[in-house]
């Protein structure tokens, strides 16, 4: 092995340095119960408030609408959960997207099994949901809209501001997930519309098992779980310390630079697209040719497993992804693709491959040079030319 490349940012993130060193005293000296009254409880809810004023300037939100949570999943959970239950007595109708994280798409699965109506809208064969579709699936008993910022596998960057301006006009609750946008692509909550917002810390150099949901002021949403008033009662239980404050340090790391690194990935992962491009038959490139994260690649090779070219990289110290990696120990199709329109036989060739601030042209050159030597010699071995 050469040389170890990560390229799978869009599973999880390396945690910075700095966002450790804010930890680690919540790990130690800080141990203090944030609800206690004492100087060691104080000194925890300092921090735990200062990280929530950084998640909220992040966000250009308030502290107050700031919940923590245990990541994306949950803050996902809680924001459709909370807003059907809050909403029924004026409807049940949802709607949401094929393309949409499991995390939404299984919630609103249990809702349905609850007495809610879900309506999924399509999208374009470069998983764009149209907000005219969205506009035609309205209903006068519709009460929540979810919509993606972006897509976790192809990128693909939602016209959330269109969605949620439609929500608006006809006072229906929208929901955007943006655990994939946030800290590669601006996020503002007033600038998108929305009245909930999910974040993950891990997908932003941050801890694993933290994220947050905002709840803007006046959004008719109502808590899930009972059991304590922490989180001003709508997520109770102790709360996650050291992930919170891990989250804080990397929602202020995130914007900080935000322009500067994405410009640096999207040049990278730009020469890396044309590369493919150019030196390979029978590939697709998946996702939205312009409105994509600046940092996500998608790639089909026609004949070839996406499984079995994952496994030959990472031979190689090359780690990819050969859909979302939260199914990746399944061999199904990946249902964005699917809804996309691509052929179940070319969405399982199919790998994500995915940068982060810490990688270099020489990571891209190894993995291009790898790429092409696993490809030919699969190609070579597979009876499907
Ligand atoms: N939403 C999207 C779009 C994601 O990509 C993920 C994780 O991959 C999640 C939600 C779940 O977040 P977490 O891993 O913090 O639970």
Redesign the pocket.
């Known amino acids: 092995m050469k040389r170890k490349v990560y390229l799978d940012h869009?599973?999880t993130t390396p945690v910075d340095r700095a966002v450790v060193q804010a930890m680690l005293p919540y790990l130690h000296e800080k141990f203090g119960n944030p609800s206690s009254l004492h100087l060691y409880g104080r000194e925890v809810r300092a921090g735990v408030e200062e990280a929530r004023e950084k998640v909220a300037q992040a966000l250009g939100a308030d502290p107050k609408e700031i919940v923590f949570t245990s990541?994306?999943?949950?803050a996902?959970f809680l924001a459709l959960r909370g807003a059907a239950y809050a909403n029924r007595k004026r409807g049940r109708h949802i709607i949401t997207s094929a393309v949409e994280?499991h995390?939404v798409l299984d919630t609103c699965e249990m809702l349905a099994e609850e007495g809610f109506e879900v309506t999924v809208v399509p999208v374009d064969r470069h998983g764009m949901v149209d907000p005219g579709r969205v506009a035609g699936e309205i209903r006068p008993d519709t009460i929540l809209i979810s919509v993606?910022h972006a897509n976790?596998e192809v990128g693909t960057i939602q016209p959330v501001r269109e969605i949620g301006l439609l929500a608006r006009e006809r006072d229906i609750v929208f929901h955007t997930?943006a655990?994939?946008s946030f800290g590669k692509i601006p996020v503002d909550v007033r600038e998108l519309n929305a009245d909930l917002l999910?974040i993950?810390a891990?997908?932003i150099y941050g801890p694993k098992g933290a994220?947050a949901l905002w709840i803007r002021r006046g959004c008719r949403w109502s808590p899930i779980n009972r059991g304590g008033g922490q989180e001003r009662r709508r997520r109770p239980g102790t709360e996650n310390v050291p992930g919170i404050i891990g989250l804080g340090e990397a929602c202020r790391l995130a914007v900080s630079n935000l322009d500067d690194e994405a410009r640096t990935l999207k040049t990278l992962r730009d020469r890396m697209v044309s590369y493919v491009k150019e030196n390979f038959k029978g590939v697709w490139i998946n996702g939205h040719p312009g409105k994509r994260l600046p940092n996500s690649a998608h790639f089909s090779f026609e004949g070839i497993e996406g499984e079995a070219l994952l496994l030959d990289l990472d031979l190689n110290g090359i780690a990819v992804s050969s859909g979302?990696?939260?199914s990746s120990e399944s061999s199904v199709s990946s249902h964005v693709l699917l809804a996309m329109g691509i052929p179940d036989e070319v969405a399982r060739c199919s790998i994500r491959v995915s940068l982060g601030k810490e990688n270099t042209k020489e990571d891209i050159d190894y993995f291009l040079e790898v790429l092409t030597n696993t490809v030919n010699r699969l190609r070579a071995l597979s009876p499907i030319k």
């Open positions: 869009n599973a990541g994306g999943t949950e996902d994280h995390a993606m976790n997930d655990v994939q999910s993950s891990h997908k994220g979302s990696a939260c």
